[in-house]
């Protein structure tokens, strides 16, 4: 994980203060705190897509794994804001779900994370296999 986000990074400053203080997060701001929540949210999308969390089909490009990783992150923005006291600003929850994708955009187009992370979870020396499809009409006499 800190490959892709180190420990300095605003993603994962922002996990470690949501994780210390979950129970009363929320309470030391007047508002929702929408760079927290995002930076938290995107870190909490590779941290599940590393771990193969809910990963049944593998992302073949790097477009398809920015939409894995946006939806993970959509999944923690809504916990957060499910979890929050807070009332979130007019405009709140696009703001917050921008921040984060530019946060996942951001992490993808550096150096060959992409590829890095498309390869994550492909089984090594894995040669594909013809698949031959026969077709078959059955009939059921009546």
Known sequence: MDYFLP??????????KLSEDWL???INNHSFDEFLVAHCASYHAFDR????EDLCILPLSSSELERVLRRHAYDSIHNSISR???VLNTGG????CHLAE????????TNDNATRLLAW???ENVLPVPL???RTVSAIGV
Request: no cysteine.
């Open 102 to 109: 530019q946060s996942i955009h951001s992490v993808l187009s």
């Open 24 to 26: 009363d997060w929320d």
């Open 121 to 123: 979870h492909t089984p």
């Open 49 to 52: 897509y590393l771990s193969g």
């Open 84 to 86: 929050s006291r807070q």
């Open 7 to 16: 420990p300095h990074s605003k993603e994962a400053v922002a996990h470690s």
């Open 93 to 96: 929850y696009s703001r917050t």
């Open 132 to 134: 031959e499809m026969n």
